[in-house]
């Protein structure tokens, strides 16, 4: 069984910084890609941000300069650290990965960290 565990949520004012955590916990071969995803009240869940092994990281617009998508393979552990944030990027954060066990691949989500920009 394998289980992304998210950390490093919280409250930060505008143009301030957080660095969110997502370790992969569990028995598996690889991770083959990950993402961060993330969800306003009422809006529909965004990609943030993906990094596919071997590849670039690639980022939507609202994230380009200000968020970076890293990984720790020897912790299995993908990070987003957020700098400039602003009110608009408050939401629940997910992790993404898609991993390949011994006998399959598949796709898993963490279970989302509030993040709050306000004064």
């Known amino acids: 069984q394998v289980q992304l565990v998210e950390s490093g949520g919280g409250l930060a004012q505008p143009g301030g910084s957080l660095n969110l955590s997502c370790a992969a916990i569990?028995?598996?071969?690889?991770?083959?890609?990950t993402a961060w995803f993330r969800q306003a009240p009422g809006k529909q869940r965004e990609l943030v941000a993906r990094l596919v092994s071997g590849s670039p990281a690639t980022y939507s617009d609202f994230a380009k300069g200000r968020f970076t998508i890293s990984t720790d393979n020897a912790k299995n552990t993908v990070y987003l650290q957020m700098n400039s944030l602003k009110p608009e990027d408050t939401a629940v954060y997910y992790c993404?990965?898609?991993?390949?066990?011994?006998?399959?691949?598949?796709?898993?989500w963490g279970q989302g960290t509030q993040v709050t920009v306000s004064s």
């Open positions: 569990g028995s598996f071969f690889r991770i083959i890609a």
């Open positions: 993404n990965a898609h991993i390949s066990t011994w006998s399959s691949e598949n796709e898993y």
